[in-house]
């Protein structure tokens, strides 16, 4: 899905937020779980990893791209693009754990990962910012946000 929706000039800014991404979601999901604070019943890999892989390396991943991609310039849109996307990712999680067993979800889980994906999205975009307009952009005239 990313390989047809990110504009060819971006594939180097998607890339990243992939990787940064996917590196704090792993990163927060290993924690809490390690906490008893997140818990999926359903693993792909349940002697490697008691997180569900599909979601914390795929699926959120690439929300954060399409985050990036879409991030609008004006102040008061950030905010509610912010709140949007927050959203749909609580809304999928829900969807999820209503009809599978893919993940347990409860009310708090879902407050708690709000807060979660808000700080992971904000993180990701701040360094994503950084790195797009560091000198290795300039000096090589790379496109960037």
Same mark, same amino acid.
């Given at each position: 899905?990313?390989?047809?929706? $990110? %504009?060819?000039?971006?594939?180097?800014?998607?890339?990243?937020?992939?990787?940064?991404?996917?590196?704090?979601?792993?990163?927060?999901?290993?924690?809490?779980?390690?906490?008893?604070?997140?818990?999926?019943?359903?693993?792909?890999?349940?002697?490697?990893?008691?997180?569900?892989?599909?979601?914390?390396?795929?699926?959120? %991943?690439?929300?954060?791209?399409?985050?990036?991609?879409?991030? %609008?310039?004006?102040?008061?849109?950030?905010?509610?693009?912010?709140?949007?996307?927050?959203?749909?990712?609580?809304?999928?999680?829900? $969807?999820?754990?209503?009809?599978?067993?893919?993940?347990?979800?409860?009310?708090?889980?879902?407050?708690?990962?709000?807060?979660?994906?808000?700080?992971?999205?904000?993180?990701?975009?701040?360094?994503?910012?950084?790195?797009?307009?560091?000198?290795?952009?300039?000096?090589?005239? $790379?496109?960037?946000?």
């Amino acid at each position: 899905m990313l390989i047809i929706f $990110v %504009p060819k000039k971006r594939i180097r800014e998607s890339i990243a937020v992939f990787l940064f991404f996917h590196f704090l979601t792993w990163l927060f999901s290993i924690g809490l779980t390690y906490f008893g604070l997140l818990e999926a019943p359903f693993r792909e890999f349940p002697y490697a990893t008691k997180i569900n892989f599909s979601m914390e390396y795929m699926v959120f %991943p690439t929300i954060a791209v399409f985050f990036q991609l879409l991030f %609008p310039k004006r102040k008061i849109y950030r905010i509610i693009h912010y709140i949007l996307t927050v959203t749909f990712i609580l809304f999928i999680m829900g $969807v999820i754990g209503y009809f599978t067993e893919i993940m347990d979800v409860t009310k708090e889980s879902l407050t708690r990962s709000a807060l979660n994906f808000t700080v992971e999205l904000w993180l990701c975009r701040k360094y994503i910012t950084w790195l797009m307009d560091s000198e290795y952009t300039k000096k090589n005239k $790379v496109e960037s946000i």
